[in-house]
């Protein structure tokens, strides 16, 4: 039976992200006359303030972006590994792992200002838009200098990592402040890091990597022991890509290619379209069960495979094709759960949509990987920095190996999809390996069962392996399943694992559907703070 709950309806616009300050910003720059993409740089500046221990400018992006008439476009906003920052140089230090702490987990470049930046000027040259940056951080500047209202989310986390991370240089000074977490409800300000938006704001967002603020961020990274010096910063630059598309029964597809995970989610719609009913229970253990199995298929290829593609010796497109997706569907065993050999890890992350009244349609993510990222915070610009390199291994024959200049593997996937009924649909989740599962239950229950947006979010999801805040490789099922759910894909040899109602360990999902007739249907996730609002 279909959730009773409504989705965010609009006709001119509409944004959704997992904090409701980080959607009134996007939205206001709606209201204004900016497009979806400056909506989403403002969304995006916003909630690295408001949600800091998931994303930070500290961190990496990625965008697909859609117009009518158009093909889709992605944006690669992550950055490599140091020059400075060797396999050797780390086992000399007697390292058998990169840490997943500190400034040795700092070493490769925080890309996500640079796709804020290339986006900026893509709606500039594509849409006519002309919204100034200092306009779109201008919500973020006010949020970091005046203080933010701390939600149980950061709360939490803040106090669950306390101890991890209170010796990590400049997190203390950042989020402990008289050496307590702070509290929910309260007010917690980011000075330095409202002088660093200001800054950008004057001088632009390429004073990031090449002006006095990349001077700045680079003393500080060396200080706190990180490999990344100046020149790195200088050589990044954001790279626009041509996302993966693969033909589905009820239209097209899109995700972004490696060194992201956006493989992994389409293979799993792509074997889900071969085997599941025109209508099916969503509750029901033969779903979940079809689910699961597609996921494991998928994640082996995704752990044989993907890597930087420069060193990639599969194409993505090969394993998009009918006769490849045929044979991974006919693999799938309904009645018996496959081994599980794990997954890759948690992740922090939030993702965001925006589709404005011209039918522009933006899927982005942004993520310092773990909680806190690497814990550093930079002291004279605010900059938490994250630890996507700790993705990286110290072993030379493995797929993923720590080397300068190389990008690490990431679990960001943006998604997006364009039907043959007209509609279009951006939608997304945070967490980790959970990433395309929720994708996969959140669009199979939109598209298949016609749930809207906030009703297919609403309702129980599963996550197979590890995501952020836990490290078990269960089966993990939302307490709202049905009780013969459980025991049906227990008894199918699944190690099933029952959480609480709404567990944030599933991650933030979001979603926003267009009709053909420009009708805005969003969600947003009861698990986040989140909000959807259109106008």
């Known amino acids: 039976m279909q959730s009773p709950n409504n989705p965010a309806r609009g006709t001119r616009g509409m944004v959704t992200t997992p904090n409701a300050l980080a959607s009134q910003s996007g939205l206001a720059v709606l209201r204004e006359g900016g497009s979806a993409v400056e909506a989403m740089i403002a969304a995006a500046a916003t909630i690295a303030v408001v949600y800091p221990h998931m994303n930070s400018l500290g961190g990496d992006g990625f965008w697909l972006i859609s117009r009518p008439g158009h093909d889709p476009v992605g944006l690669e906003a992550c950055g490599a590994a140091a020059a400075g920052a060797s396999l050797e140089g780390y086992r000399a230090q007697g390292l058998e792992r990169i840490p997943f702490r500190g400034g040795l987990a700092a070493n490769t470049v925080a890309g996500t200002v640079s796709g804020w930046h290339a986006a900026h000027e893509w709606a500039r040259a594509n849409l006519g838009s002309a919204l100034p940056i200092s306009r779109l951080l201008e919500d973020a500047i006010h949020y970091a200098r005046h203080g933010i209202p701390v939600t149980r989310s950061l709360a939490a986390c803040v106090a669950a990592k306390r101890d991890e991370l209170i010796d990590v240089p400049g997190f203390a000074r950042a989020f402990l402040p008289d050496g307590k977490a702070p509290v929910e409800g309260g007010r917690h300000l980011q000075p330095a890091m409202a002088d660093t938006l200001a800054h950008l704001a004057r001088h632009g967002l390429d004073d990031f990597y090449r002006g006095d603020l990349a001077q700045r961020i680079a003393e500080d990274l060396h200080a706190a022991g990180s490999p990344i010096g100046l020149e790195d910063l200088r050589a990044h630059q954001a790279v626009w890509k041509t996302p993966l598309a693969m033909p589905h029964t009820l239209g097209t597809l899109y995700n972004m290619p490696p060194p992201t995970q956006g493989l992994v989610s389409l293979l799993i719609l792509g074997q889900l379209d071969r085997i599941l009913p025109e209508r099916f229970d969503h509750l029901g253990a033969d779903y979940v069960h079809a689910c699961v199995e597609a996921t494991k298929q998928a994640f082996a290829i995704r752990d044989q495979h993907i890597t930087d593609p420069a060193f990639m010796t599969e194409t993505p497109d090969a394993f998009l094709t009918p006769a490849a997706l045929d044979a991974m569907a006919e693999r799938l065993r309904p009645s018996q759960a496959a081994s599980w050999g794990g997954g890759q890890g948690p992740g922090d992350t939030v993702w965001m949509g925006a589709i404005d009244a011209n039918g522009v349609a933006v899927s982005f993510i942004q993520s310092i990987y773990h909680e806190f990222g690497s814990g550093v915070v930079l002291p004279q610009s605010g900059l938490n920095w994250q630890n996507r390199g700790c993705s990286f291994s110290l072993d030379p024959a493995s ?99 029952v959480l609480s109602a709404y567990d944030e360990i599933m991650g933030h999902a979001g979603a926003i559907v267009r009709t053909a007739d420009g009708v805005l249907e969003g969600g947003s996730d009861p698990r986040s703070d989140g909000a959807a609002v259109g106008w």
Do not use: C
């Open 399 to 497: 797929r993923n190996p720590l080397a300068p200049r190389r990008k690490p593997f990431h679990t960001l996937n943006p998604a997006m999809a364009r039907l043959s009924d007209g509609r279009s649909i951006v939608y997304g989740n945070m967490g980790g390996d959970g990433q395309p599962q929720s994708q996969s239950a959140v669009f199979t229950r939109i598209t298949q069962l016609g749930m809207n947006p906030q009703a297919a979010i609403d309702a129980p999801r599963w996550l197979l392996g590890r995501t952020w805040g836990n490290a078990n490789e269960s089966l993990k099922l939302e307490a709202r399943f049905p009780p013969a759910t459980v025991d049906t894909l227990r008894a199918r040899g699944h190690a099933v694992e």
